[in-house]
Structures are given as C-alpha cells and as structure tokens.
C-alpha cells in the first residue's frame, strides 16, 4: 500500500524566501503525483503533477516541484514566498488499485508567510 | 472549468439523526470521492464511486453510506449522526485515470456539526 509523508505540518517563511514543502513517498510502481493547495474556507485545488515527461514540473503561482526517484520524493519549491501564498499544502499519490486509481494524500502542511 | 458543487457550506444536525451530503459535478466525470478532513490527519477517504449505482469503500466507511442514483451525483449519508463525526466533508470528482494523469476537482467543502 503506498503512503505519502509530508515533513512539518506547518512551516514559516518570510516574504520573498525560499518555499520547501517536502514530500515523501512509498510506492513500488512509478505514481501519479500531485501537490493540491487549500485557502481557508474553499477546497482543493491543484497546483501540479508529475507527467514523466520531465522530472522538474511547474505549476500555477510560481510553484514547481521535482521529482526524484531514488529519493522517492516530490517536494515542492517557490523562490519568493508571497503573502498570499499561505495556505495548507497537500501531496498526494495514486497508484492502481483494484482497477482504479485511488489517491493518497499526506497530511498536509500549513505554509505561514511573515511580513 | 469543472464546477464541483456542495449542496451545503454549513450544516448543525443532532445526535442521532439521519444526514444526507450531496454532490454534483458538471462535467461528465466517471469517478466521485467523499472525504472527511480533520485538523492533523489531513484527508482521510469514506467511499468512492467509478460508475453509476457502483460503491467502494475508503478507509472510513463505518457509520456512512453512500448512492450513486445518476452519473452526476453522490450522496453521502450518515446514517445515525454522531459526534465524533463533527468535521469537514470534501467531495471530489475526476475522470477514469486509465493511462493518464487526471487530478480530481474538489467542491468547497461542507462544514457539518453534530450536537
């Protein structure tokens, strides 16, 4: 069964710092990949995926994300923080199963960005 | 774009009571997901739905069930409210994934409250 682990459930940046959400993943075939971002009040809504056309994925907002296989990781990466970026960020992973692809989603991380 | 609609943002019920949830998508989607969110665990799946009038069960069906009476609609049910199912409810919808990588799209969510 595969498992998606989020390092922090929360991280704090300052305006116009690095973003890192890191995201770990166990799987024993190639998975679908996901990061989905949640505003309060709303749901979901997706940020990027991995295709396997190439490793390094941009997304919407200036996010990207890279994958690597020997890491089994998928951590998520912003160059300037922007205050409107905080937010919870989710990982999530599908894999078949049973005929359909069901995904799993990590704990998430709640990005705080300071002033 | 694809509207995933929630028939409630807010909702108070009592103990004991029998709750309907309901969903609809507008665009042709094969599959429709219910989940429950929960402050640390992140999503966690009721049931899901890949056809009309079909069920799987997630990892949380206990004390739920689910139908599926038109392609457009899932209906989450509570059978007998309970605290302990005070939480946020997410319904999602996505195309069959096959050999693709198809995300799902998430309605806002339904904040239910059992007294």
């Known amino acids: 069964a595969q498992s998606v682990t989020q390092l922090g459930s929360h991280v704090s940046v300052s305006e116009g710092a690095l973003v890192l959400l890191r995201c770990n993943y166990s799987?024993?075939?190639?998975?679908?990949l996901f990061w989905y971002v949640q505003y309060p009040n709303q749901g979901l809504q997706l940020l990027l995926k991995?295709?396997?056309?190439?490793?390094l994925v941009k997304g919407i907002n200036g996010f990207e994300a890279e994958f690597k296989k020997s890491e089994t990781s998928f951590h998520l990466t912003k160059p300037s923080a922007h205050m409107s970026d905080a937010a919870e960020y989710f990982c999530a992973v599908s894999e078949l199963s049973g005929g359909s692809y069901i995904p799993t989603f990590g704990r998430g991380t709640s990005l705080i960005v300071h002033p | 774009d694809v509207k995933v609609t929630q028939s409630s943002r807010y909702l108070v019920k009592r103990t004991g009571e029998k709750v309907f949830l309901e969903c609809v998508q507008d665009?042709?989607?094969?599959?429709m997901f219910w989940y429950r969110q929960d402050p640390g665990l992140g999503l966690r799946l009721i049931y899901f739905?890949?056809?009309?009038?079909?069920?799987e069960k997630g990892d949380i069906p206990e004390g739920y069930s689910v139908s599926r009476e038109k392609k457009e609609r899932f209906s989450l049910i509570l059978e007998s409210a309970s605290t302990n199912q005070t939480s946020m409810y997410l319904c999602?919808?996505?195309?069959?994934?096959?050999?693709?990588?198809?995300?799902?799209?998430f309605g806002d969510g339904t904040r239910l409250s059992i007294l």
């Open positions: 665009m042709d989607h094969e599959n």
């Open positions: 991995y295709t396997s056309a190439a490793t």
């Open positions: 799987s024993s075939v190639p998975p679908y």
């Open positions: 999602a919808s996505s195309f069959p994934q096959g050999g693709s990588n198809q995300p799902q799209h």
């Open positions: 739905s890949y056809d009309v009038k079909m069920k």
